[in-house]
């Protein structure tokens, strides 16, 4: 076995990579080495862009908005098709208002530092504004 594949093997019995990110970590071994390692480890199903983004979406998108997860997985290397086919605006709203639910006590009446709470966590001005008037509303009527 060649030490690029030992390295790779070493590496994907960690954590999960993108083809583009394990190619980074092997910049030190021959190019021919390195396309031999990623081909066996795609054949025998230890390296899977597709796989890899969608549990990396399932996992975050309660946490994160559509921006962030998008650059997230940009910044991994994985497919713009992809990228685009996994991460929607659909449901953003209520992902919002159910983050800054569970933060209710931190932002209770600050608009400001709710809205960049999760300016800073990927959801759009949109999605962050009617989540923080949505609570605001919640409080108010229970």
């Known amino acids: 076995m060649g030490k690029a594949l030992s390295r790779a093997l070493a590496l994907v019995a960690r954590r999960a990579y993108t083809e583009a990110e394990l190619r980074k970590k092997l910049k030190a071994f021959p190019e021919p080495e390195v396309e031999?390692?990623?081909?066996?480890l795609k054949?025998?199903?230890y390296l899977d862009?597709?796989?890899f983004a969608e549990r990396f979406v399932a996992a975050r998108k309660s946490r994160y908005g559509p921006?962030?997860?998008r650059q997230e997985l940009r910044r991994r290397g994985v497919e713009e098709a992809l990228v685009a086919e996994l991460v929607t605006e659909e449901g953003e709203a209520e992902a919002a208002y159910a983050l800054l639910a569970r933060h209710r006590g931190r932002y209770r009446?600050?608009?400001a530092r709710a809205v960049r709470f999760l300016l800073s966590r990927g959801f759009s001005l949109?999605?962050?504004l009617h989540a923080f008037e949505r609570l605001q509303n919640a409080e108010e009527g229970g």
């Open 43 to 45: 054949d025998w199903g």
């Open 67 to 69: 921006h962030r997860l």
């Open 126 to 128: 949109e999605a962050a």
């Open 49 to 51: 862009d597709r796989a």
């Open 109 to 111: 009446g600050e608009k």
């Open 36 to 40: 031999e390692a990623i081909r066996r």
